[in-house]
Nanobody, 126 residues
């Protein structure tokens, strides 16, 4: 099990940028799928971007391709999500998550993830 702590959420104008961080503690080297998920009020939680560290593979949902970039700094045991060209529909609570299994070549459903952070709020106003 790993402990995940997100930060970096904020209220921004449409078109702005944010960088979310997820500090991990514990034996994260065992995790084969790390990712960012989000949940807006009244909506189901959805994955937006994941990375398979061992394979250096990244996957994104279509609505964020070209705007979101997921990355990992192994020296700091930190996962990042760079978000550019923010839109109001990007608003929601953003969660960092880790799974022992692989992502499966796509952004997986939340139920395969084993560990979760507490979330960081992103609000985009038009």
């Amino acid at each position: 099990q790993v402990k995940l702590v997100e930060s970096g959420g904020d209220s921004v104008q449409s078109g702005g940028s944010l960088r979310l961080s997820c500090a991990a503690s514990g034996n994260i080297s065992r995790n084969n799928c790390l990712g960012w998920f989000r949940q807006a009020p009244g909506n189901l939680r959805e994955g937006v971007a994941v990375i398979e560290p061992g394979r250096r593979s990244t996957y994104y949902i279509d609505s964020v391709k070209g705007r979101f970039t997921i990355s990992q700094d192994n020296t700091k045991n930190t996962l990042y999500l760079q978000i550019n060209s923010l839109k109001p529909e990007d608003s929601g609570m953003y969660y960092c998550a880790a799974a022992l299994g692989y992502c499966g070549g796509r952004v997986p459903p939340p139920n395969i993830m084993d560990d979760w952070g507490q979330g960081t709020q992103v609000t985009v106003s038009s």
